[in-house]
């Protein structure tokens, strides 16, 4: 048991993504919302102390970023993930997923194929298209209950004019940490071709016991690599905004500050430069606590599908709070399933199909929330198959 995490403040009425959007995303006020990405655990005490000291100072003018939050993000990815880059190397952004337009805007050309592996994140899959790129689908394998590259079909994506990769690691939604051996598989093609590989890393800290995140930049010198992290996941911050990108060529944080600069956004808010530093300078206990709290979750998560919902398996995830629910043994279509889980269970989760084709048959659940939440999730479904 920990106070942190077994309780929750109440986030209604508080313009709440996660729980005041529930009437518009699923027809009902009244879901167990597990579905968006973002936690309800109180943020650490460190994060809600830099803020409320900003906060004590009474302007709010235009913002500059400190050296000290370069060294912040440097120091986090040295000891964290034994990763050293220049301070130089880094670029702040408003957020990986306007990150991620930027690269291609950046570092491809109109019509150029940009490559993604769904079952995956949703904008990555829109992404190419709105920015008029070629997207093109890699599919992940899933064999003997666990996801792979489809490293051959990389080659096909790679002759069809693939110039970028979008890389998910850890992989949202399926909860893979792809280990180094699977990472030099896929920059060995990506190198061979040319492609450019730009890796969401935002999951990065998320990690259970047995599993390592390895930074994809660290393994290759050869493959234009540039990395997006974030502490908004770890801390459970998202509403900020900040992240950033570690781009090692001088040429192309240009192109891609340029792509910043067609929109004039700017990532510079004082509250989110407040919370950014903090939580790397002074989060680490809080989110190993957090890592042991969300694995006994998973744990349970686990352990009462097994015994009392066999027609619901979980893809094991090795990182992330998110789990991969394999719902295909119930035999409804995508709308049955999601009307299922919304109007008999009263849970709302995000369904697999918003991950791409792969992801029919699936559904999506967020367990950063207490446990006793999820397990009444579990209940209600559970109750609800009887029904």
């Not at 999951?203 to 660290?218: K, M, W």
């Not at 781009?247 to 500050?257: G, L, S």
């Not at 919370?275 to 042991?292: K, N, Q, S, T």
């Amino acid at each position: 048991m920990d106070p942190r995490f077994d309780s929750a403040p109440d986030r209604q009425h508080t313009a709440s993504l996660k729980y005041d959007a529930r009437q518009a995303v699923f027809g009902r006020d009244d879901v167990i919302p597990l579905w968006v990405a973002d936690m309800d655990f109180a943020v650490p005490d460190a994060v809600q102390r830099a803020l409320t000291q900003r906060a004590a100072h009474p302007v709010f003018g235009y913002t500059v970023f400190p050296a000290s939050l370069n060294d912040a993000l440097m120091h986090w990815l040295a000891t964290r993930h034994h990763w050293h880059i220049a301070g130089g190397s880094i670029l702040f952004c408003p957020g990986v997923v306007p990150s991620l337009h930027a690269c291609i805007m950046g570092l491809t050309q109109p019509g150029e194929g940009v490559i993604v592996q769904p079952p995956v994140y949703a904008p990555f899959l829109t992404a190419a298209e709105i920015c008029r790129r070629k997207p093109l689908l890699n599919p992940l394998k899933l064999e003997a209950g666990r996801y792979t590259f489809d490293l051959e079909d990389l080659e096909r994506c790679a002759h069809d004019g693939g110039r970028m990769l979008i890389l998910c690691s850890p992989h949202n939604p399926v909860g893979r940490v792809w280990q180094r051996e699977e990472l030099q598989g896929l920059l060995a093609v990506c190198e061979q071709h040319d492609i450019t590989v730009v890796s969401d890393e935002i999951h990065a800290d998320l990690i259970y016991p047995g599993y390592r995140h390895v930074p994809l930049a660290t393994m290759n010198d050869k493959v234009k690599i540039v990395t997006a992290v974030a502490p908004s996941k770890t801390f459970n911050i998202p509403g900020l905004g900040l992240s950033a990108l570690v781009v090692h060529e001088a040429a192309d944080r240009k192109a891609i500050t340029q792509a910043f600069d067609t929109l004039h956004v700017s990532a510079s808010n004082p509250f989110s430069i407040a919370a950014f530093e903090a939580a790397y300078r002074e989060g680490a206990p809080w989110l190993d606590d957090l890592m042991e709290y969300l694995s006994g979750t998973r744990d349970m998560v686990r352990d009462y599908l097994h015994q009392r919902l066999r027609q619901i398996r979980m893809i094991e995830p090795e990182g992330t709070y998110l789990l991969w629910l394999d719902c295909r043994a119930m035999g409804l279509s995508d709308k049955q399933l999601k009307d299922f889980f919304v109007q008999k269970a009263g849970v709302g989760l995000s369904p697999g199909a918003m991950f791409g084709i792969e992801g029919s048959g699936y559904m999506r659940m967020n367990i950063g929330a207490p446990r006793s939440v999820i397990l009444q999730a579990l209940q209600n479904i559970s109750a609800a198959l009887r029904v």
